[in-house]
Nanobody
């Protein structure tokens, strides 16, 4: 299983960016796709995720500014980030929780390679 993330970059405060991520490989059930971020010296934290049911979960710090969406058929997830703040600066990681085969007995978590988002003040 591979997660290929794209997007990110440098933007001024108040600007917008979009991140996208596509899952590929042997996937039987793709339960959750999401985005995490890790700022320098900080811990990796959840930004937003989407369950296969459509339930969405956002970090309080991004509610009202970020929108996450998922395409189950394409196995992709998008993160539209608006009203960006300098404190949003971090490496953003795509994640997926899945069963790789019908015989898998436990959920597996995978990570993408990370993409840098830098918001200047």
């Amino acid at each position: 299983v591979q997660l290929q993330a794209s997007g990110g970059g440098l933007v001024q405060a108040g600007g917008s960016l979009r991140l996208s991520c596509a899952a590929s490989g042997t996937i039987y059930v793709l339960k959750t796709m999401g985005w995490y971020r890790q700022a320098p010296g900080g811990q990796r934290e959840l930004v937003a995720d989407v369950h296969i049911s459509g339930d969405v979960n956002y970090a309080d710090s991004v509610k009202g500014r970020f929108t996450v969406s998922r395409d189950n058929a394409k196995k992709t997830i998008l993160l539209q980030m608006s009203s960006l703040k300098p404190e949003d600066t971090a490496v953003y990681y795509c994640s997926a929780v899945l069963l790789s085969t019908g015989r898998s007995i436990s959920w597996e978590k995978y990570w993408g390679q990370g993409t840098q988002v830098t918001v200047s003040s």
